[in-house]
């Protein structure tokens, strides 16, 4: 993952995912949280039937989508603009892996997860936006926030036993 990839992701997922406004009047707030609750629906209805479609197996894993939705609109932009400062989100990162461990994602849940998301962002976006630049740099930073995830809650991935994860808490 380079500094230019994360930008790209940055500078594109404004077109799904409203920014965060710079002022803070009740009146730009509340027109900020309805745009962004319209994108999150407007993302969640074209994602959520592509992960089902491809692998249905995953449609108990997600107990109230719209709420769900919610969350990872607020959540996958804040990842994508603090990739160049891991220092900063590293703990949430995982976290992040260990809760979705605890609600039964198991490492083969990612893959289709990820397959899902791109397809939905390259939907979204449209080609032109989504060209294969751009589908790299989305490809590398998923990868590390995934990887990072994946470290956290399966840590007999990496070949390292209870017991030594234990000794290192």
Known sequence: MTNEQVEIVKRTIVRIFPPRPEGSSEMIIQRYEKAKTDAAKAF??????????????????????????LKFAETLPMLFRSMNRLHDTLNTMQELGVTHWKAGVKLEHYQPFLSALLWTFRTMMGDEIFNEDV???????????????????????????????????
């Open 44 to 69: 969640g209805a074209v994602f959520f039937p592509r992960l089902f479609e491809t692998a249905p197996e995953m449609k108990e894993l997600f107990k109230d989508p719209d709420k769900t939705v």
């Open 135 to 169: 589908a790299k740099a989305y490809v590398a930073v998923l990868s590390r926030i995934c990887g990072i995830m994946c470290n956290a809650a399966y840590p007999e991935a990496r070949g390292i036993s209870d017991a030594e994860t234990s000794q290192a808490s």
